[in-house]
């Protein structure tokens, strides 16, 4: 009997809605709204509370809402109240399963939507009441928990939103609710996906506030929680409003969640303003002070802390001179409410800065100078590149309180006589500090100019030049103090602000001459500005020449004698060379200004011309000759001596005695020759009046040894002769032949065969 009675209290045990194991949280959900707002969450005589309610899920005898206590757990809360989206006594640890319990039917809540800007919202747990608060400000702690920050690689968790909100309004107001669950010093409201750690596949999301992902020993039996958060907003004293805390699923009811609100947490205080700290960027700023003010309607007391020691200051202000934790406790009126602020205050200090002089010279001697004040920006701010821009001023108060409507306005061109002038800086903290600049003249002597001259050696003779002003600074610094550095610029006014300093190898802007200016440097002190005229000298190299050279003679080659130098391929060093063989010849000329230039002499061979034949095409109606000849000259040819042509080929020859010249145009040399153009009669009358009585060839005698056949239509040879007889009569066998066309075959040795026929006319 005893066993089943064991067995029975464990099934009631079993059944009743609180957790025992000590290594988790323990939850009870059988509390009113009233008891979990008044006794659990706030607990305190500095306000009134009023028309509370709670509505969530139903699980028979299980609530969706209720109270925690850590139960010895290491979970952050001692105690507490618990809102889910599931059974509120599901929450407690072990962390071995997955919370799922509500269902469909349990609906979602309209001002969370709104709140957090999504729909379709499902089981939803609300809490709410109204309070008037003694004090201005209210803040409650709280740490979210859900099952939907997992750590398996599904890809839509990601998209999970399960989330909550703490709405805010005065009661009886038509605003909108205002939401206290927001990231720290953002709008964003708390959810899965703003508040997420490294560790899934999701993005990471205010990693900061992020408590981390659970193992199954977890007090809870959520797979995620943020860190303590805390929710507050300013109020005032003795209105009434009204709070809604509210908890639920998004989209569906799978993956629960819950808010855990620590016990007591839910505090009424007095608001001094936002802690003045460096991390937040808001200190308070070295040998300034700042004022905390305390101040409630009615008849208060007040007590004032530094670092938890009393400060003996009773008034509703105090002025804070520097760093520490300041609390005060105010008494209010004749109840037991104690309202206590608290502000961490931390103090920057001002931004280290060097006092400095600018010496500038007084290139026109007229006492004042033009100074570029944002070279010396380095040396006020220690080269810090935190902090802000120099604003200049000539007044010092002006720069002590930053009045920007007496800042100096044109700081990089800032004409001035010597005096001082201030430099106001500030940190990223918005604090200012001011140092001071000397402004002094300098009236060293120096040249008012130098020179420096170059040839235009860069292959391209177009009056620029690219500058090694290294070789200027000994020209510029000549007769000079040592130490002296030296930097160049385009224009007076770069050089006086120094602006555009040049580089060290610098091309003219402006052909052949140009002037610069010298910056002398001592130290970081103007000692004064030359100007630097550059000329770029110029020689071309001189144009090719061709010369002709006759054979077995030699050709003098010669530049004008102005030059100074000259020096031959051939090796003579005198402004002419003498040449006897064909080839190129070149000369390196150097000018007065030590500029060189080149020059080329193309010398081609030349000589008299060997006529070696001259071709004749004659026995022709149209007779021609074309002369044939050798030579390395450039020839020119003539059958008269008096017209020439280039070309060796002559048409349109009669019959007769020629000599062909050929002349080279280099006046190397003539030769000549003698031709002959021959041609036949084409007919001739044998009848005794000595006019054409006899067929014969002209100037056929010049080949003696050259054979004439005479035949009748009918191949038969009449007659033949040789080039010296004086031809054929007309007879065969002394007897006349008829008029006809007869046949002829001149056989001029091995030059020529000739064909042809021609008339014979009685």
Known sequence: MGFFRNIFFIFIFSCISTTTFGQYITVTDNFTAQDLVENRLINSPCANVSNFSVSGGNFGSQQSFGYFTANGSNFPFADGVVLSTGKAVSASGPNNSILSDGDTSWSGDDDLENALGVSNSINATVLEFDFISLSNKISFDYIFSSEQYLTDPRSNQCNFTDGFAFLLKEVGSTNAYQNLALIPNTTIPV????????????????????????????????NGQTTIMQAQATVIPGKLYHIKLVVADQGNNLYDSAIFLGGGSFKFEKDLGPDQLIVTNNPVCQNNTFPLDATEPGTNSYKWFKNDVDTGITSPTYTVADAGIYRVEVSLGATICKSIGEITIEFSPLPSLTNTTIVQCDENKDGSGLFNLSKVTKIITNNDSNLS??????????AQNQDASKAISNPNTYESIPKTIYASVKNTFGCANVATIDLKLSNNSVPKSRDLESCDLDGKIDGFYGFDLNNATPIVLAGLPSGLVVEYYETLNDAQLENNVLPNTYKNTIRYEMRIYARIVNGSDCYGIIALDLFVNSFEDLPDEKVQLCELTSKKLEVDKKYIG???????????TEVTTPGIYTVTI???????????????????ATITNINTNDFQEINSATIEFSGSGNYEFSLDRLLYKD?????NLSPGIYTAWVKDKNGCGITSKKFYVLNYPRYFTPNGDGINDSWFIKNINVFPKSEISIFDRYGKLLYQFSGINKGWDGKFNSVDLPSSDYWFVINIGNIKIIKGHFTLKR
């Open 389 to 398: 821009n120099i604003v200049y001023y000539e007044e010092i108060t002006d």
């Open 590 to 608: 150097t000018d007065k200004n030590t500029c060189v230039a080149n020059k080329k002499f193309i010398v081609e061979g030349s000589g008299k």
């Open 191 to 222: 959810r899965v996906n703003t508040v997420r750690g490294l560790g899934t596949i999701c993005p990471e999301a205010n990693e900061s506030y992020f408590g981390g992902f659970n193992g199954n020993e977890h007090p809870t039996n959520f």
């Open 647 to 651: 070309s060796p080929v002559f048409e």
């Open 566 to 576: 000259f020096d031959w391929s051939n090796g003579s060093k005198d402004f002419f």
